[in-house]
């Protein structure tokens, strides 16, 4: 049964707001995203009001889930602070799959006022949290990300993967996992296991074809939820997968938890390289360390004789490191090995570990590694 926004609105209209008006009636609902069972929307309300509103964003979720064909819910409470405004304090929420209760706060004004970056916390149990970004999409980002986290595997890591490209979740498919996560007894979702990985994704809650439509504060309440609603466990290193460019999932990183690196991934050519240096600036605006730059599809390699061509010309990424000084991690070619492997949910380095791309790989894997070694040993 499909359900239609009329559908939510009427549920909503039935609640009240500590004010005693409609929800609807408020001015606080986003737009409401309804597709297949999946209802995503957020209330924004003012920081000072928050904990009142806590009460009726439970009530919202209770009574979308109520409406028959309703499969997954995911409801933000996101506060504005306004200028001048005392911070309030902050309000804790454990969540459920498909259900969100976070507070997002817009940066306060200069003058003394508190950094957002003042907000950020480890994740328990989490040595090291490190980005897999590009400044664009189809650069092989996902791929690269998972590889990436197999070799750190293969070093002898304990290691996660957080696919955080919330827009385009592509690791259910890299990994051939389809399953709804579980909750432990403390209401947080249990990651996926595969390959020795601890694997969590938006993709996990929603279906592969639907549409993933997000307003900002959903994008920052969807990948706190994902790092902090999530039972880790022991890991050396989470990975993290981020959206390509450089916009809300990104900060909301950064912001959340003190990040030990980024890996930037780009093509040889111009048009991504330009991309990639706006990623590598963001990072570097948000006192992120550049772990280094990967260049992918650096040269395509005949499976039938080994000839190379550089199709997307060659040594750009390379180039761009030395320009901006930073450590130029490995060229990965553009081989049907890892095309193939990467679509049937066998990735390159665990399905072929003594073959050429799992050996690249690897060595990506030990520069990352060798750059935190400081940051999990102190772990």
Same mark, same amino acid.
């Given at each position: 049964?499909?359900?239609?926004?009329?559908?939510?609105?009427?549920?909503?209209?039935?609640?009240?707001?500590? /004010?005693?008006?409609?929800?609807?009636?408020?001015?606080?609902?986003?737009?409401?995203?309804?597709?297949?069972?999946?209802?995503?929307?957020?209330?924004?309300?003012?920081?000072?009001?928050?904990?009142?509103?806590?009460?009726? /964003?439970?009530?919202?979720?209770?009574?979308?889930?109520?409406?028959?064909?309703?499969?997954? +819910?995911?409801?933000?409470?996101?506060?504005?602070?306004?200028?001048?405004?005392?911070?309030?304090?902050?309000?804790?929420?454990?969540?459920?799959?498909?259900?969100?209760?976070?507070?997002?706060?817009?940066?306060?004004?200069?003058?003394?006022?508190?950094?957002?970056?003042?907000?950020?916390?480890?994740?328990?149990?989490?040595?090291?949290?490190?980005?897999?970004?590009?400044?664009?999409?189809?650069?092989?980002?996902?791929?690269?990300?998972?590889?990436?986290?197999?070799?750190?595997?293969?070093?002898?890591?304990?290691?996660?993967?957080?696919?955080?490209?919330?827009?385009?979740?592509?690791?259910?498919?890299?990994?051939?996992?389809?399953?709804?996560?579980?909750?432990?007894?403390? /209401?947080?979702?249990?990651?996926?296991?595969?390959?020795?990985?601890?694997?969590?994704?938006?993709?996990?809650?929603?279906?592969?074809?639907?549409?993933?439509?997000?307003?900002?504060?959903?994008?920052?309440?969807?990948?706190?939820?994902?790092?902090?609603?999530?039972?880790?466990?022991?890991?050396?290193?989470?990975?993290?997968?981020?959206?390509?460019?450089?916009?809300?999932?990104?900060?909301?990183?950064?912001?959340? +938890?003190?990040?030990?690196?980024? +890996?930037?991934?780009?093509?040889?050519?111009?048009?991504?390289?330009?991309?990639?240096?706006?990623?590598?600036?963001?990072?570097?605006?948000?006192?992120?360390?550049?772990?280094?730059? +990967?260049?992918?599809?650096?040269?395509?390699?005949?499976?039938?004789?080994?000839?190379?061509?550089?199709?997307?010309?060659?040594?750009?990424?390379?180039?761009?490191?030395?320009?901006?000084?930073?450590?130029?991690?490995?060229?990965?070619?553009?081989?049907?090995?890892?095309?193939?492997?990467?679509?049937?949910?066998?990735?390159?380095?665990?399905?072929?570990?003594?073959?050429?791309?799992?050996?690249?790989?690897?060595?990506?894997?030990?520069?990352?590694?060798?750059?935190?070694?400081?940051?999990?040993?102190?772990?």
């Amino acid at each position: 049964m499909s359900v239609t926004q009329q559908q939510v609105l009427d549920s909503l209209a039935k609640i009240k707001s500590p /004010r005693g008006v409609a929800l609807t009636n408020a001015n606080v609902l986003s737009a409401i995203s309804a597709s297949d069972g999946k209802v995503f929307f957020s209330i924004n309300v003012d920081a000072a009001e928050a904990r009142a509103w806590e009460s009726v /964003r439970a009530e919202a979720e209770a009574a979308v889930r109520g409406i028959p064909g309703v499969t997954t +819910v995911m409801v933000a409470l996101t506060a504005e602070r306004k200028a001048g405004a005392a911070p309030p304090p902050p309000t804790p929420s454990r969540g459920t799959p498909g259900v969100q209760s976070v507070h997002a706060h817009k940066p306060p004004p200069q003058g003394g006022a508190q950094s957002p970056m003042a907000r950020q916390s480890e994740i328990p149990g989490v040595a090291a949290v490190i980005a897999v970004a590009s400044g664009k999409g189809g650069v092989g980002k996902s791929t690269t990300a998972l590889n990436l986290a197999l070799g750190l595997r293969d070093l002898g890591l304990k290691v996660g993967l957080l696919d955080a490209d919330i827009y385009g979740p592509s690791v259910p498919r890299l990994t051939g996992l389809h399953e709804k996560p579980e909750l432990d007894g403390e /209401r947080k979702m249990i990651p996926l296991k595969r390959f020795g990985l601890a694997i969590m994704s938006i993709g996990f809650l929603v279906e592969e074809e639907t549409a993933m439509i997000w307003r900002g504060p959903m994008v920052m309440s969807a990948v706190t939820q994902m790092l902090r609603d999530v039972a880790w466990g022991t890991l050396d290193v989470l990975v993290v997968d981020m959206p390509p460019g450089t916009g809300d999932a990104q900060l909301t990183l950064a912001q959340n +938890v003190p990040l030990k690196g980024a +890996v930037i991934v780009s093509t040889p050519q111009d048009l991504s390289l330009i991309d990639a240096r706006r990623g590598l600036a963001m990072f570097k605006k948000v006192n992120v360390p550049v772990l280094g730059i +990967v260049e992918n599809m650096s040269y395509f390699q005949c499976p039938h004789c080994g000839t190379k061509s550089d199709i997307f010309g060659h040594g750009g990424a390379r180039h761009e490191a030395e320009k901006l000084q930073v450590p130029f991690l490995g060229e990965i070619p553009l081989h049907m090995a890892i095309r193939a492997t990467s679509d049937a949910g066998n990735p390159v380095v665990d399905s072929e570990p003594d073959g050429p791309h799992a050996a690249i790989y690897r060595a990506i894997a030990g520069q990352v590694r060798d750059q935190l070694k400081g940051v999990i040993a102190a772990a």
